[in-house]
């Protein structure tokens, strides 16, 4: 005889990784197993079923059920925060190196992109 097993709220996002509310989109959108109601004020879901969709997902792929701008405004967020690891390591770099122009460049830069001044240069904005 087989177990069956029921997993709460609490433990499909532990197990899946994802908010409560992905959870309910994912679910509304029918890409997410269904919940079975356990008592009046209690749902769950059948272990089985959310392993079989969790060895269904795509890898490296776009995610089924979000609409596409928001799957464009992700991907742009990751790329973005790739970039600014770059400039922070190519900072350090110039940092370490001691290299002037790349720094006075980094300073010009930061201020004509309108954020904060780096490393207390006094420069003023169009200053090259």
């Known amino acids: 005889m087989s177990t069956v ?14 908010s409560p509310s992905s959870i309910d989109r994912l679910e509304a959108a ?6 079975m109601q ?4 209690t749902v769950g879901w059948l272990s089985s079923e ?5 060895k269904g997902r795509p890898r490296g792929e776009m995610v089924p059920g979000l609409d596409p701008e928001s799957q ?12 600014a690891i770059s400039q922070t390591r ?3 770099n110039a940092l370490r190196g001691g290299d002037v122009d790349q720094l006075e460049t980094i300073a010009n ?10 490393l207390g240069f006094k420069t003023t904005k169009g200053e090259k």
């Open 30 to 35: 029918g890409n997410f197993p269904k919940r």
């Open 5 to 18: 097993s029921v997993l709460r709220k609490p433990e499909v996002e532990q197990r899946t990784g994802l």
């Open 72 to 83: 464009v405004q992700s991907l742009k967020k990751q790329i973005s925060a790739t970039g």
């Open 90 to 92: 190519r900072n350090h």
């Open 38 to 41: 356990l008592s009046p004020n």
């Open 50 to 54: 959310l392993d079989e969709w969790i």
């Open 109 to 118: 830069n930061k201020i004509a992109g309108g954020k904060a001044k780096v």
